[in-house]
């Protein structure tokens, strides 16, 4: 039993729209008609997401804070024992998103086929990730699907609150930049001008700041769609080289290579890997294969690198520590972690610790970044200020000889 996205209309022609589970799409109409309805439109829920994630779409999939609660939800309601089937119809039940809603349907369609949780959530794989599936596989293998999903839920939950954080840390600067920008911006295309046309019939020479404002706001009046226009097209050139291997593989480098974005770049990915391979390893995923899945949802490519090559050591029998440390992209306190639980037998929970202690020093590296740079712009945009009003003050200074 499958589910179905139907369009039907009642006796009195009204349009109808919804979910509904039947066998086969000729069973749904079957359904709707005994329903009073007339079936216009039936279609799978999995063929239409497949469709979906083919073409292009701004988005393909579950945002990460419904992931992280859909997992919630599963996890609480395996521990008390609900069948799985009818754990997926009670989170549908209670999603608000129709995009959601129609995903779960489908996944508990191929769970009531016979299929596993693994192979219904592979028919979404824009909603649920390699590692997600890869988790659940494991978990379904070893009989222990409830514990897994509720470390699912806890990885879900901790890499939405370390993005979230990090989301909120950028908030504040970036509404602080676009609104300066957007007062001088003003004050250049309008109030200046106005007050510059006082010295405009005069002879004398008009000092070189205050020549230079006046040149300024009239490129900015008269060239303003320009500016507008070449501005997006820089961005989006930045963003079409950045999705080439070779460009944004050097600009990773780059940006590993500097002081301060080197140690977040870092911290953040080393988060990412070393709790995803922490709940792939506790899971029962196999090493090699856990390595890899969490190779996946590191951005910085050089580093996905490493891990991938290391990799390869354990395969020929190395160690992870050490094959890890051999990149030097690491930090040492991660690698000391990792080291010392695979001589512990402990290796879930050094990796554990590792990730956190990552997450701690990504925040505070954060809170000082923040503690620097929101006075920084502070002073830049007061600077940028001072300059024009210095350049409308200069005159008015030397207004006697201007007239002179």
């Not at 219904?120 to 293998?141: D, K, M, N, S, W």
């Not at 200046?192 to 000092?207: D, G, M, R, S």
Request: no cysteine; glycine share 8%; net charge positive.
């Amino acid at each position: 039993m499958g589910a179905f996205e139907f369009v039907a209309l009642d006796k009195a022609g009204k349009e109808a729209k919804g979910l509904i589970e039947g066998d086969t799409a000729k069973h749904v109409r079957q359904i709707l008609r005994e329903r009073s309805l007339l079936p216009v439109k039936v279609t799978e829920v999995a063929q239409k997401e497949a469709k979906r994630q083919s073409s292009f779409s701004l988005r393909r999939g579950m945002s990460p804070s419904e992931l992280a609660l859909v997992t919630r939800q599963l996890a609480s309601l395996s521990q008390s024992g609900l069948p799985l089937e009818e754990a997926l119809l009670a989170v549908s039940q209670q999603n608000d998103q129709p995009r959601t809603k129609s995903i779960l349907l489908g996944v508990r369609g191929k769970v009531m086929e016979g299929h596993t949780l693994a192979d219904g959530l592979a028919e979404f794989p824009q909603a649920f990730p390699e590692l997600y599936r890869a988790t659940i596989a494991a978990g379904e293998q070893s009989g222990h699907l409830d514990a897994v999903l509720e470390r699912l839920a806890d990885y879900t939950e901790a890499r939405q609150e370390l993005r979230q954080r990090i989301t909120n840390a950028m908030i504040y600067p970036m509404a602080l930049v676009i609104f300066a920008v957007g007062i001088i911006s003003f004050m250049l295309a309008t109030v200046v001008p106005k007050i510059v046309t006082v010295f405009a019939n005069t002879q004398a020479e008009l000092p070189g700041l205050t020549r230079g404002l006046i040149a300024t706001s009239d490129f900015m009046r008269n060239h303003w769609l320009l500016l507008i226009i070449a501005t997006g097209a820089v961005g989006y050139g930045i963003w079409w080289l950045l999705q080439k291997e070779g460009p944004r593989r050097r600009y990773h480098r780059f940006l590993l290579a500097m002081p301060i974005t080197g140690k977040l770049t870092r911290g953040i990915n080393t988060a990412r890997f070393t709790r995803t391979l922490s709940i792939l390893a506790g899971s029962g995923v196999p090493v090699l294969d856990a390595m890899k899945i969490s190779a996946e949802v590191i951005e910085n490519l050089p580093m996905r690198d490493a891990v991938n090559e290391a990799a390869i050591r354990v395969r020929e029998g190395g160690s992870i520590s050490k094959a890890l440390e051999t990149s030097k992209l690491f930090p040492p306190m991660m690698i000391h972690l990792v080291s010392s639980g695979e001589a512990g037998g402990r290796l879930e929970e050094m990796l554990t610790r590792a990730a956190a202690g990552q997450e701690r020093e990504v925040d505070g590296l954060i809170a000082a970044m923040l503690g620097i740079l929101q006075p920084l712009l502070i002073i830049i945009m007061g600077g940028v200020v001072l300059m024009i009003v210095l350049a409308i003050l200069l005159p008015i200074f030397e207004i006697n000889n201007l007239i002179s």
